[in-house]
């Protein structure tokens, strides 16, 4: 079984890396310092089991470990961490392998062997657990075989796209296998629904415009390569849009 090391410090790397090497069946298949160093690799490397520390600068693990279930063969997920008592409950409520740092030997083999793929679902709630405050700052496309992730800040908007969603951002736009209901429900503090078929970024949205035949539309700070159409308001979310600009 090949695996994937992930964290941030150097020393703990090295102690994992060594772990790993003595337990039987298991090679080290390569070593990243952040999530999404992680991510870049897992798409050429393919583990079997990424060890995965969940305290990290920038993209920590809880969110890395998203974005890895996004892959067609996700890997399975053992996680490293520091958390407190009520963190640990979340992950054996849920049959999530992990090990408390500092690392173990007998620990790590038996984490290894019962490791199993994370359902997004099963993601979801523990990012929600108590003592684990983790919430996406990214969406994760899939181009080919590589993965990519885009920050929520480049985002303008979601719109529904048949079976997918279609991710409008700064570079583009790309598709994403994810529901708009879904991304509303995470996403609701920074998204708006305008419509039954899109979310728009709040930050993003200029002014609302009012046309001749009274139709209301999201006016963007950076409009281009859009469709104009995506960005009507429906009348049933104008008054909610609203609000929402006005920071209520």
């Not at 790397?13 to 060594?18: A, D, F």
């Not at 958390?83 to 640990?88: N, Q, S, T």
């Not at 620990?107 to 359902?119: D, G, I």
């Amino acid at each position: 079984m090949r695996v994937l090391i992930v964290d941030d410090e150097r020393p703990a790397r090295e102690r994992l890396r060594q772990l790993v090497d003595e337990i039987d069946g298991y090679e080290v298949a390569g070593e990243a310092e952040n999530g999404s160093a992680a991510i870049e690799l897992a798409s050429t490397l393919e583990p079997d089991i990424v060890l995965l520390d969940i305290r990290m600068p920038g993209l920590d693990g809880i969110e890395a470990a998203h974005h890895l279930n996004a892959a067609d063969e996700p890997p399975a997920i053992v996680f490293a961490t520091a958390y407190d008592e009520y963190a640990i409950e979340a992950f054996d409520a849920r049959a999530i392998g992990y090990v408390l740092k500092p690392v173990r030997r007998a620990k790590l083999e038996a984490a290894l062997e019962q490791a199993s793929r994370l359902a997004r679902a099963t993601l979801s709630d523990v990012a929600n657990a108590p003592g684990m405050e983790s919430r996406r700052n990214h969406v994760c496309v899939q181009t080919g075989e590589r993965l990519r992730l885009i920050a929520l800040d480049d985002i303008d908007y979601f719109r529904a796209d048949q079976k997918y969603v279609a991710v409008h951002h700064t570079d583009g736009v790309s598709l994403i296998s994810e529901s708009l209901k879904s991304l509303e429900e995470e996403f609701a503090e920074r998204f708006v629904r305008i419509h039954r078929s899109a979310l728009v970024a709040l930050s993003r949205i200029e002014t609302l415009e009012k046309s001749a035949e009274g139709q209301y539309r999201v006016m963007l700070r950076r409009h281009s390569q859009h469709d104009d159409d995506a960005l009507i308001i429906s009348r049933r979310h104008v008054a909610e849009v609203r609000r929402r600009l006005k920071g209520g």
